[in-house]
Structure formats: structure tokens, C-alpha cells
């Protein structure tokens, strides 16, 4: 019979905030997107949504061991918004999955791990994602009045993607607190 030796309590900490961190607050994230993505906030100015998507996107990346764990949250979303039919159109989700795309590449350059603040300060162009389905269909030729005031709505959507990356940054330092980079695990 062999007995085997118990983990420390330390190690159970340890793994259980590893877990927190890259299971459960990823998934946390996308149903908040997806949760959101229908809900109507009375502010009511051009991008003032990506304050929560992409918030949450940019903390997910700065946060997971895996930088493929942020296209899997943008995938599950937009794919989950898409099926549910939610939001502010059909092809309107596919924002959550082009801003993790472009969050995956920029988080998988070393200049930018050793710099996590500029992941934050791209997210301002990032959120420029969310005006290409609008500006697609003015472009084809669907809605004539698509492209009235796009200078005006890409200020704006790089205003709030400046405040979600800074958002996004607060929330990965406060769960880098939470959960240190010791317990991370291998």
C-alpha cells in the first residue's frame, strides 16, 4: 500500500489561484461580454461599449499564462453573441474576436512583456475594431449614412479604448495582487 502525501497547503493555494486565473476569470470574462452586449447603457456616445469588452480583453491578456487564452475569450464571446443573436447587429461580434487577435499578437512581442503599459496604450486603436462593420457596410454600399460622423466616432472609440486599456491594466494589477506571479505555477 502506498500512502501518498498530501499537498501543502501552500501548493492547494497556489493551485487554486492559478486556476482563478486562467480558467475561471477568462470565463468570467466572456460571459460578461456576452452578458453585456445586449444591455443598453443610457451613455449613449459612439464606443462607450468597449469600456466592458474591452476592458475586459485587455485584462485577460495582461493576466494569463497563455496568450491564446484571450482568443479563446474572443472567440466564445463573439461566437456566443452571434448565436444568441444579441447586440448591436449579426456581424457586430466579430469585434470581440479582432480585438483579441490583435491583443494576441501585441502581448506575444517581448518588447511588450517587459512594457505591460502598452498594451494599454494600444488599446485605443484596437478599439477602432469595432467601426469596421459599420464602415464595411457604407463602403458596399448598405447603409448610406454609415460613414456620417466616422472622424467624429473614431475619436471617441479611441478615447474609451484608452480608458478600457488603462481599465484593463488596473484590473490585471489588482489580480497580479491577488494571485502573484509565484503562484502562477509551471
Known amino acids: 500500500m502506498t500512502v501518498m502525501p498530501a499537498m501543502s497547503s501552500a501548493t492547494r493555494s497556489a493551485t487554486s489561484l492559478a486556476w482563478a486565473r486562467e480558467v475561471v476569470f477568462p470565463a468570467t470574462a466572456a460571459a460578461v461580454i456576452v452578458v453585456t452586449a445586449d444591455v443598453r447603457m443610457p451613455l ?15 485584462a485577460v491578456a495582461l493576466t ?33 474576436l479582432g480585438a483579441a ?17 502598452l498594451v494599454a496604450l494600444a488599446a485605443a486603436p484596437i478599439h477602432l475594431v469595432a467601426l469596421v462593420i459599420p464602415i464595411a457596410t457604407a ?18 472609440h479611441l478615447g474609451f479604448g484608452l480608458v478600457a486599456g488603462m481599465l484593463g ?13 509565484t503562484s502562477r505555477g509551471a
Open 169 to 181: 491594466l488596473a484590473t490585471a494589477a489588482a489580480i497580479d495582487r491577488a494571485a502573484p506571479e
Open 101 to 117: 487577435a490583435l491583443l494576441y499578437l501585441l502581448t506575444g512581442s517581448p518588447a511588450v512583456k517587459s512594457r505591460r503599459w
Open 64 to 96: 494569463a499564462r497563455r496568450p491564446q487564452t484571450v482568443l479563446a475569450v474572443g472567440a466564445a464571446s463573439t461566437a456566443a453573441t452571434a448565436l444568441l443573436q444579441s447586440g448591436p447587429g449579426p456581424w457586430a461580434s466579430a469585434r470581440y
Open 139 to 156: 463602403l458596399i454600399g448598405v447603409h448610406h449614412y454609415a460613414m456620417m460622423g466616422i472622424g467624429e466616432k473614431a475619436l471617441f
Open 44 to 58: 449613449g456616445l459612439p464606443g462607450h461599449r468597449g469600456l466592458v469588452w474591452l476592458t475586459l480583453l485587455v
